[in-house]
């Protein structure tokens, strides 16, 4: 496939959407046995804030699954900064 | 690009060589308010004036923005309205990655409707993409 100027821009499209995706994924897999009923024991426990994986400061007691999602997903949203630049870089110049 | 890097890593080091200490959150938001900042001034340095390398530039630092703080605080006021009594409400994480998958799109789509760089259609709607040479 040719590259074309809009290359980048698709590169970086997908690398955001993609972290996004893993980012819902790693919440998803907090929330889920909330689906069932909000009262649910298990449920109650992960509204704790021990459980918040965004932010790594004691006391942080995350599921590893969520955190693997989380971090790999802001990677990918880190990826994309890259194919961003260069577009902006070559902007004409007004 | 920093930011989501620095939270990643920090994300993924955690189970691996433990987390910080309570009193590093200041510190971490202090910096990532830092970050959020110098993404604002990129956007009002960016030149405007070809909109859609410019709207594409602002979707993508809304998803810069939205890890971290931001998110959390926008997660905390929209579940936090569904669950009053919760720590942390049911569904806390998932507004902020569906508007970064929704970004993505967004760039994705003003990338398939904006004409090439150099294209005759492009020459012909934007007058200061053309050479000069009269």
Not at chain 2, 28 to 49: K, N, Y
Request: glycine fraction near 10%; proline fraction near 7%; aromatic fraction near 6%.
């Amino acid at each position: 496939m040719a590259k074309t100027s809009g290359t980048p821009w698709y590169t970086a499209a997908a690398l955001v959407a993609l972290g996004g995706l893993l980012m819902a994924a790693a919440a998803a897999v907090r929330w889920l046995p909330c689906l069932g009923s909000r009262t649910d024991q298990t449920c109650v426990a992960r509204q704790s804030r021990v459980y918040d994986y965004l932010v790594p400061t004691e006391p942080w007691q995350a599921l590893p699954a969520t955190a693997l999602l989380a971090g790999v997903g802001m990677f990918l949203l880190a990826a994309g900064w890259p194919s961003v630049r260069r577009c902006a870089s070559s902007w004409p110049r007004s | 690009m920093l930011k989501p890097l620095l939270l990643g890593g920090l994300v993924l080091a955690a189970p691996v060589v433990g987390v910080l200490p309570r009193g590093a959150s200041p510190v971490l938001l202090a910096g990532e308010i830092t970050l959020d900042i110098a993404g604002l001034a990129v956007m009002l340095a960016a030149p405007s004036h070809r909109l859609a390398d410019y709207q594409r530039l602002l979707l993508a630092m809304v998803a810069f923005w939205l890890v971290g703080w931001v998110g959390q605080v926008l997660d905390a006021l929209v579940f936090g309205l569904l669950t009053l009594d919760a720590e942390v409400a049911p569904g806390s994480g998932l507004l902020t990655a569906v508007i970064m998958i929704g970004c993505g799109v967004g760039i994705a789509l003003i990338t398939a409707h904006t004409p090439e760089r150099g294209s005759p259609t492009l020459a012909a709607r934007d007058p200061l993409e053309r050479t000069g040479h009269r």
